[in-house]
């Protein structure tokens, strides 16, 4: 039973490269949620995402960042255009369909990425 | 004033002692409660949720929730130098749908 799953671990851009990372949920989870862990920071909301719908993106940045969880394949966060500043851990979140705000939400290893 | 609030720690305690990690939230109808375990370098792992006021024990960790309060705890017992990391409070909040909203964290560590 393959828990969620995240690619690239780590990525390395320069600045103003797109970084694009992928999330696959857990089997059966159809509710996908990314937050972003800076360096010596805690654990930021960015966007919650159901299949081919985003339904909060209160946390995303307004330039730069989008995501989409499409009907087929895993959801993508993307990054255009990146800055030093977008260096940090981002993981990826799953939970069953229920969506109900009891749900237990389980994390994936996550992608650190580095803009030199 | 913050959501979610925890002492950064870090908490120092011996081999075989209780931890009690606490954290307090600002919105008096947040709805469920969860605390990750978040080793260095590594993704936050789930230890408990709770969602009712009182106790709920799993083998050697107790969570603790006074809503009145605006507190939630968790009791590590017989605590082990595996033990030692991050621990993560989060909420979810009444007006907020699924997000979880995380205290900073606080940092355990166990000494042998």
């Known amino acids: 039973n393959a828990g969620v799953m995240q690619n690239p671990r780590h990525l390395v851009r320069r600045r103003g490269q797109e970084a694009r990372l992928r999330c696959s949920p857990m089997?059966?989870?159809?509710?996908v949620y990314w937050y972003r862990q800076l360096p010596e920071e805690g654990l930021k909301f960015m966007v919650y995402?159901?299949?081919?719908?985003?339904?909060?993106e209160s946390g995303m940045p307004k330039e730069r960042f989008s995501a989409e969880f499409p009907k087929e394949g895993p959801s993508i966060l993307r990054i255009q255009q990146v800055v030093r500043g977008d260096s940090a851990a981002y993981f990826c979140?799953?939970?069953?369909?229920?969506?109900?705000?009891?749900?237990?939400?389980?994390f994936g290893p996550g992608t650190r990425l580095t803009v030199l | 004033q913050k959501e979610v609030e925890q002492n950064s720690g870090p908490l120092s305690v011996p081999e075989g002692a209780i931890a009690s990690l606490n954290c307090t939230y600002s919105?008096?109808?947040?709805?469920?409660f969860f605390w990750y375990r978040q080793y260095s370098g590594k993704s936050p792992e789930l230890i408990m949720s709770?969602?009712?006021?009182g106790d709920k024990e799993d083998g050697r960790f107790t969570a603790q929730l006074n809503k009145a309060s605006q507190y939630v705890s968790l009791l590590i017992r017989d605590s082990q130098p595996s033990d030692s990391a991050t621990y993560l409070c989060?909420?979810?909040?009444?007006?907020?749908?699924?997000?979880?909203?995380f205290g900073g964290g606080t940092r355990l560590m166990v000494k042998p």
């Open positions: 979140a799953s939970s069953p369909w229920r969506g109900a705000s009891t749900d237990t939400q389980y």
């Open positions: 089997k059966g989870h159809s509710h």
């Open positions: 995402l159901q299949k081919e719908n985003i339904i909060d």
């Open positions: 919105d008096r109808v947040s709805q469920s």
């Open positions: 709770i969602y009712s006021n």
């Open positions: 989060a909420v979810t909040l009444w007006n907020a749908g699924n997000m979880l909203t």
